[in-house]
C-alpha cells in the first residue's frame, strides 16, 4: 500500500473489532475463502517484498505456520503484489507458508486498515481481532503463538531459542 493510501484517514483494524471475511486467489490462482469465523486461532501476515523489514522479518512470522501448519487453523501470508513477485520472494526467503494475493487496488488490505507493512493480525475462533502488531514485535508474535498452542494440548509455544539474535521490534 503506497503512503497516500496509508494517509486516507484509515485508522489500524484494532483488537475486539471484526476480522472481515475474504476471498483472495493463492500463487497459483486459486481463489481461497477466509472465515475468521471457525475454530482456532488463525494469523494472518500482510507485506511487500520492497518492504526491507518484511524481508527480514517474514521469516521469522514464518514460524508460525511451521509450527502450526499442519492443523487446519490458517496461517497465511498476504502479498501486496503480484503473484510472480510474492512466488520470488517466499522461495528466495525460504517462507513456506501460504501466500495469498492482495494487489492493487488491495481490497483486504483496505478491508483491514492497513497502514503499513508489515502487519501481523490474530484473529480468534469468534472472529474477533485480538492481536495486532503493525511492525515485527517479538512479544506480539510470541503472544501468537502462545494463542495457537493454547488451541492445542501438550504444544509448548516457543519460537525463538534465547541463543537467537531476534528484534525485540523491527519497525517496518
Not at 490462482?29 to 518484511?54: E, M, Q, W
Not at 522461495?91 to 502487519?119: E, F, I, Q
Amino acid at each position: 500500500m503506497d503512503e497516500a493510501q496509508g494517509r486516507a484517514g484509515m485508522t489500524q483494524l484494532a483488537p475486539g473489532s471484526a476480522a472481515p471475511a475474504f476471498t483472495l486467489p493463492d500463487l497459483e490462482g486459486r481463489d481461497v475463502a477466509f472465515d475468521p469465523i471457525a475454530p482456532g486461532h488463525k494469523v494472518l501476515v500482510f507485506y511487500n517484498s520492497s518492504c526491507h523489514t518484511c524481508q527480514i522479518c517474514m521469516p521469522l512470522f514464518d514460524r508460525l505456520f511451521t509450527r502450526f501448519g499442519d492443523d487446519p487453523i490458517g496461517v497465511y501470508a498476504i502479498a501486496q503484489e503480484s503473484p510472480e513477485r510474492a512466488r520470488a520472494f517466499a522461495r528466495d526467503r525460504g517462507v513456506t507458508m501460504p501466500h495469498l494475493v492482495d494487489d492493487r487496488p488491495y481490497p483486504v488490505s483496505r478491508a483491514y486498515k492497513l497502514m503499513n507493512v508489515p502487519t501481523l493480525y490474530v484473529i480468534d475462533a469468534a472472529g474477533q481481532v485480538v492481536v495486532v502488531s503493525p511492525a515485527f514485535v517479538r512479544e506480539h508474535v510470541e503472544q501468537a503463538a502462545d494463542l495457537m498452542a493454547s488451541d492445542r494440548t501438550g504444544l509448548p509455544p516457543t519460537l525463538f531459542d534465547d541463543s537467537e539474535e531476534i528484534p525485540l521490534i523491527k519497525p517496518g
